[in-house]
């Protein structure tokens, strides 16, 4: 037996449910709203930090934290960890112009996020080999015929099982 618990939205003196709060509110509102106005504060020192720097630096580097006194920026490179190392008055400056009242700068590097290799995907089954055949033999356009049939194929090749007959490779592994 499924039980449900009164929504906690039928406060209406009328009983009619008032309608839902927008995500963004219900997490403002809730446990992680802390966590969600820091982000926030953070994206906005970033793009107010960016503003005060020369535009090669700018495009550089990223606000990770403000931790008391000390202004956390990520760098894609090494070599950029190193030339901003020579830059920390100007870094301290803009943060400075940016509100930011800090007096140290730590520089991580966080290099940017290789998009991840496209794996293959599971070969087709034989019912699945099967219906893109049976498909594409009851479609008229011959391009989307075309394109039914190397899908068909593009899956793991049918074994001969010795008798003549056709199974499927993947299904003789169990």
Do not use: C, F, Y
Request: hydrophobic share 45%; glycine share 6%.
């Amino acid at each position: 037996m499924v039980r449900s618990r009164k929504s906690s939205t039928t406060s209406a003196p009328d009983g009619t449910p008032n309608p839902p709060r927008p995500a963004t509110r219900a997490v403002a509102e809730g446990a992680l709203g802390a966590v969600v106005d820091r982000a926030r504060w953070l994206d906005a020192a970033d793009q107010r930090l960016r503003r005060h720097l020369p535009a090669a630096l700018a495009a550089a580097l990223r606000l990770a934290n403000v931790d008391g006194d000390t202004v956390v920026l990520l760098v894609p490179t090494p070599a950029w960890k190193a030339r901003l190392r020579l830059e920390t008055t100007t870094l301290l400056v803009a943060a400075h112009a940016a509100g930011i009242e800090a007096r140290a700068v730590t520089l991580k590097v966080l290099p940017p996020v290789a998009p991840s290799p496209a794996r293959p995907g599971a070969p087709l089954s034989a019912v699945a080999r099967a219906t893109l055949e049976a498909a594409a033999r009851s479609v008229a356009d011959p391009e989307l015929r075309a394109q039914l049939l190397r899908l068909a194929a593009s899956g793991r090749r049918p074994v001969s099982d010795g008798k003549g007959e056709s199974t499927d490779a993947s299904l003789e592994k169990r």
